[in-house]
């Protein structure tokens, strides 16, 4: 994610080609894909040769190639001062790390915008 902490609003940009796949074939192998990293029991060559072809009929397939992506960095600077002291006060009092990180990071941010 790109961050541009000069702006207090959220943007995300998201620039591509998306590239209706004609051809059934590709279809097959992302049939039941969930990620590399999420393994599974069950794989699509499992079933019956005409369960998937039935699920082939049904998939329309896309390619999405993204040229771009950009985001901004956001944390609760385009509140009010109140709302984003309130903020800051709440992340730090809850009793985690990261919370607390998180309530520093929003506070050094409201002390960004006020100046």
């Known amino acids: ?10 943007g995300i940009h998201l620039r591509s080609l998306v590239v209706l796949l004609p051809d059934p074939e590709p279809h097959t192998s992302i049939m039941g894909y969930v990620g590399g990293e999420h393994p599974t029991d069950w794989k699509v060559t499992d079933a019956p040769d005409k369960y998937i072809e039935l699920l082939r009929k049904s998939i329309i397939g896309i ?18 001062k109140g ?18 990180q998180i309530g520093c ?8 915008k006020d100046q």
């Open 105 to 112: 990071i929003v506070k050094q941010r409201s002390d960004e």
């Open 63 to 80: 390619e999405i190639d993204i040229d771009r992506l950009e985001g901004k960095f956001k944390m609760s600077q385009e509140m009010g």
């Open 1 to 10: 994610m790109l961050a541009n902490h000069a702006e207090p609003e959220l």
């Open 83 to 100: 709302d984003r002291e309130g903020v800051a006060s709440g992340f730090g009092k809850l009793q985690s790390h990261v919370a607390q």
